[in-house]
């Protein structure tokens, strides 16, 4: 029986040609996928391509989605997380996969939520690049100060705010 020393060390690295980052996104789907938003998955998926490849993108859920909203968020390229239960913690629990997989470089967050802050600051911690997408109402400005970047989406379009450095 053979023993590594660490695992990561033998995980293969895999790179867009282009040596574009690899990004996994999370989106909270009670707070971000509401009638009043409007938000579509595929203008969030066009944002997220500007910054690398998505490697991940995963809506998570509580027990009330619709299976029509499921089929949508399939249908999209993103894969659905229904869950039991506060949808937080297991947004939690999947970011900090995220942030210790060695294949991820950016760490972006569909949110509008302040309690995601030690997250995005777990992430910086650890080397990975942030972002963090929500709405207005209600978008934490502590969440969006806090982000290497920020996106407010609005109805029918997105506008980018960057920081400036």
Do not use: C, H, W
């Amino acid at each position: 029986m053979r023993s590594f020393e660490k695992l990561t060390s033998y995980i293969p690295l895999r790179r867009s040609e282009s040596g574009s980052k690899n990004i996994g996104l999370l989106v909270d789907g009670p707070n971000m996928l509401r009638k009043e938003f409007r938000l579509n998955l595929d203008l969030v998926r066009e944002i997220i391509a500007e910054y690398g490849n998505m490697r991940v993108g995963k809506v998570l859920l509580n027990q009330y989605a619709s299976d029509k909203l499921i089929e949508a968020i399939v249908n999209q390229g993103f894969t659905p997380i229904v869950v039991a239960g506060d949808t937080d913690v297991y947004m939690a629990v999947e970011a900090m996969e995220l942030i210790y997989n060695p294949n991820i470089d950016v760490i972006a967050l569909m949110t509008r939520d302040a309690d995601f802050l030690p997250i995005i600051n777990k992430a910086k911690e650890n080397g990975k690049e942030t972002i963090v997408i929500g709405a207005e109402p209600g978008f934490s400005a502590a969440l969006q100060n806090s982000a290497d970047d920020a996106i407010v989406l609005k109805p029918d379009k997105a506008e980018k705010l960057f920081k400036e450095d």
